[in-house]
């Protein structure tokens, strides 16, 4: 690699100003390290940056999504909703820049394009679109699970004569669909958001759906001033509850631990209507069986598929929007007036799951000998997730071994931390962690914690770099398809097994279990770092 300028250093480089980022800058400052982190965006706040599409919001509790390090910072901060909205979750994030005073640390605008391991020096050189070379000791990817946008390779997609807009991707500027036709592709949790809020601007929505979705009530609203009380009251003790919690949340509502397949059909048609009406993923909590035995599941798919008929009038729409499905195999949606969005006179429904979209057109697109026809495309395709940040970086580690070989059959890693080959490079909340599967901000918290606690550990005992090894790292795999395995995970076409992207290796990546994860990083750390070479 080569730069005009020459590099900066610092300890430690953070990629990425999100939630990460943030976190591992203000703890890796509290450690008394020099660390930087550079931002493509022109400001912080990652998924909540760039996600501005109508209706988004997280789904799991505001009380919940949130950071726990600073005692302060939790009493202090007010959510205003159940689940926070896009804009409020932004405005948290710049809090939390303002109050730890982090923006001097972080460079907005720098776009990493690559990063090279200097094996003389025992250090990474980074390098930037705009912003010149930067050289550290430790490099810390927090650019996201989920910040690569997939935009589907379309025949014509360039050809169309309206915006095009992704969801992940949307303008800072309003959107305003009055008197427009509109066209959304992608029917996942971001599509599930969007459209019943699209469809009361729009003149015409038309979704194209490829896979029908799982979704529940949200049942969001003002937050309950006797709850936020009740758990400010112990805030501590409400995160260490959750961090017990296979996701890392959801302790005031835990799984029942009881099996479908023992209770009465009343009896479960009560339990899952229960837990409908409370809303949100502690719906796959009605029976601790759901996600692990496949006739255990299909009751609970086939309770939602009810309650699709009920919403949905027309009763060929409710067919097509019925998923077939396990339910939770693909990530469960949290909706807000999603199905009863198909009930307006002007939102028609495609199915395009055994006829591909054919091409985009000036006009709109074609799929099965037909035209459809609209003023501006919505694409809410998902993400090339866990592994597309790191595979669009020219990243390259010991005898400049590209990620793109060491990956070329699915993300080899161990603990979901690190990579052998890619010395003193930790990646947050990244593929073989369990990160997709929890409230993101336990899991990012802890892994912050872990990587500051290796740095400290090779500074005391004189090492220069810590490295996964092979075998460690071939184990760690196994380990996670084999948790997946005795799950429904593996029974359909998820993004978590890099289903959605064209010729992506399977592997399924995220792992299942926030509590032994956590025990089992803390052991190999305790044991001096077992599956690491320390030098
Ligand atoms: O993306 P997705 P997302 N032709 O991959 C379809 C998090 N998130 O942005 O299922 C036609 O789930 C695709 O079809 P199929 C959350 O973790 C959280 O919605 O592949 N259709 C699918 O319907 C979530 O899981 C929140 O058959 C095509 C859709 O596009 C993750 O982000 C909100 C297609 C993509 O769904 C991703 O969610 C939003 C094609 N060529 C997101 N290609 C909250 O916290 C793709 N599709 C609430």
Redesign the pocket.
């Known amino acids: 690699m080569s730069s005009a300028i020459p590099p900066r250093a610092v300890d430690l480089l953070i990629v990425g100003a999100g939630f990460g980022g943030l976190c591992m800058l203000h703890r890796a400052r509290q450690r008394g390290l020099s660390a930087l982190v550079l931002e493509s965006a022109a400001s912080v706040g990652g998924t909540w940056y760039h ?1 501005r599409y109508p209706g ?5 509790q505001s009380m919940e999504y949130s950071f726990s390090f600073s005692e302060e910072l939790q009493q202090e901060w007010r959510w205003t909703e159940r ?1 926070a909205a896009q804009p409020e979750l932004l405005r948290y994030a710049n809090h939390v820049a303002d109050r730890f005073g982090l923006r001097d640390g972080i460079r907005l605008n720098a776009r990493v394009t690559g990063a090279a391991f200097d094996e003389a020096a025992n250090r990474w050189c980074v390098e930037t679109e705009s912003d010149g070379a930067w050289s550290a000791r430790f490099l810390v990817m927090a650019s996201g699970p ?1 910040s690569a946008p ?1 935009v ?1 390779a ?1 025949k014509g997609l360039e050809s169309f004569a309206g915006p095009v807009y992704h ?2 991707q949307w303008p800072h500027e309003p959107v305003d669909f009055t008197g427009l036709r509109v066209g959304v ?9 969007a459209i019943p809020l699209i469809a009361q601007q729009a003149r015409e929505l038309t979704v ?4 029908a ?1 799982y979704a529940v009530p949200a049942h969001n609203g003002p937050l309950d001033a006797a709850f936020e009380a009740r758990i400010k009251a112990d805030y501590a003790g409400f995160r260490e509850r959750n961090r017990r919690m296979p996701a890392g949340f959801g302790s005031e509502l835990p799984p029942n631990p009881m099996s479908a397949l023992e209770a009465t059909p009343d009896e479960r048609e009560a339990a899952f209507e229960a837990r409908w009406r409370i809303g949100g993923f502690s719906f796959l909590g009605t029976y601790r069986d759901i996600m692990l035995d496949e006739r255990a599941n299909a009751l609970a798919a086939e309770f939602v598929r009810g309650k699709i008929r009920q919403i949905v009038r027309d009763p060929e729409t409710a067919r097509l929007l019925s998923p077939s499905q396990t339910i939770g195999c ?2 469960l ?2 909706d807000t007036g999603y199905y009863a969005a198909y009930n307006r006179p002007n939102v028609h429904l495609v199915d ?2 055994r006829h ?2 054919d091409a985009i057109t000036p006009a709109g697109l074609t799929t099965n000998g037909r035209s459809y026809e609209f003023d501006a495309l919505v ?5 090339d ?1 866990m592994t597309g940040t790191l595979l669009r970086l020219d990243l390259r580690g010991r005898k400049g071994l590209r990620i793109q070989d060491k990956w070329r059959a699915g993300p080899l890693n161990y603990l979901g931390l690190m990579i052998e080959g890619f010395p003193n490079l930790f990646n947050v909340a990244g593929p073989g962690s369990t990160s ?1 599967f929890t409230n993101v901000i336990v899991s990012i918290e802890h892994h912050v914690d872990w990587i500051a606690d290796c740095i400290a550990y090779l500074d005391t005992h004189g090492r220069a770099t810590i490295e996964a090894t092979a075998p460690a790292e071939a184990a760690w795999v196994a380990h996670v398809t084999d948790v997946a395995s005795r799950t429904v995970y593996l029974t359909c ?3 978590y097994l890099g ?2 992207i064209p010729g992506k290796p399977r592997m399924f990546m995220p792992l299942l279990g926030f509590p032994p994860y956590a025990d089992q990083c803390a052991e190999v750390a305790r044991h001096g770092y077992e599956g690491f070479v320390l030098a």
């Open positions: 996600n988004a919001r997280v789904d799991i689940y989920l997939n589907p379309f969801t992940a592709v992608g029917t996942g949790s971001s599509g599930v958001q194209f759906q490829r896979t979705a693909k990530r949606c949290v395009v799951s591909p979209i694409l809410a395709t998902g993400f997730a997709a076409n998820s993004w289903a959605n």
